[in-house]
């Protein structure tokens, strides 16, 4: 099956600790994304690969940290977690500039 | 910069009703337009696409959208929607500059009732 897979599929966890996400695409792009989906469903992209190399990295605070070990994995850690992390974290592929396919996600829920 | 604006934040409709869900953006240079609808629990999933030529675009499940450059629009529509419309869409920009990057509306979520 080609898709993009991303686990967990949930994650709770307490004020500090650190957690890691997983994404794997089996399309053959060059290209990855991590997005961050709040509970208003507002979609902020938050970092970007393109063959292992980091292209697009936005505004985020310095405790999310992407990791990609070949360019069909792309992961995301975040080394202390605060309340306002809470939402779903979207990873995608694409060949550059062409559409964009999303995995199922996963939730965060910061206690 | 770009930006991308989609004025209606929910839309109710009855099944077999038209629909157009509304984009506008603002970016003075080259860009990709697109529309992603998004099921409740899942991911996004990708309708259609315009760069260039053709202003109308077709997309899948009888989806089309209109670029307009006079109106800074790409309103998608669809003639008679199913049930299974129901979700949130989403129209997004992505400027000529080779990185892929999507800068996002804030979504429409539309509704249909049977």
């Known amino acids: 099956e080609t898709a993009v897979f991303q686990t967990p599929n949930y994650h709770v966890t307490q004020v500090g600790n650190e957690v890691s996400f997983n994404c794997k695409q089996t399309?053959?792009?060059?290209?990855m994304y991590w997005y961050k989906q709040d509970s208003k469903k507002l979609l902020k992209i938050m970092f970007s690969?393109?063959?292992?190399?980091?292209?697009v990295n936005e505004t985020v605070p310095r405790r999310f940290s992407p990791q990609s070990s070949d360019k069909a994995h792309l992961n995301l850690r975040i080394k202390s977690v605060e309340p306002e992390d809470s939402a779903v974290y979207l990873c995608?592929?694409?060949?550059?500039?062409?559409?964009?396919?999303f995995g199922p996600g996963t939730r965060l829920t910061v206690l | 910069t770009q930006t991308v604006s989609q004025s209606d934040a929910h839309v109710t409709v009855f099944e077999g009703d038209s629909v157009e869900l509304r984009c506008n953006y603002s970016y003075g240079g080259s860009i990709y337009l697109s529309w992603y609808i998004q099921h409740h629990g899942h991911g996004l999933q990708f309708l259609l696409k315009y760069y260039s030529g053709n202003p109308v675009v077709q997309g899948v499940n009888g989806f089309e959208a209109e670029f307009s450059k006079s109106d800074s629009s790409f309103h998608l529509r669809k003639a008679s929607v199913h049930w299974s419309d129901s979700a949130v869409y989403f129209c997004a920009v992505s400027a000529n500059t080779n990185t892929g990057k999507l800068t996002f509306g804030d979504g429409t979520v539309l509704t249909v009732k049977p």
């Open positions: 690969y393109n063959n292992k190399q980091l292209i």
């Open positions: 995608a592929s694409s060949h550059r500039d062409a559409e964009q396919f």
């Open positions: 399309l053959g792009h060059d290209t």
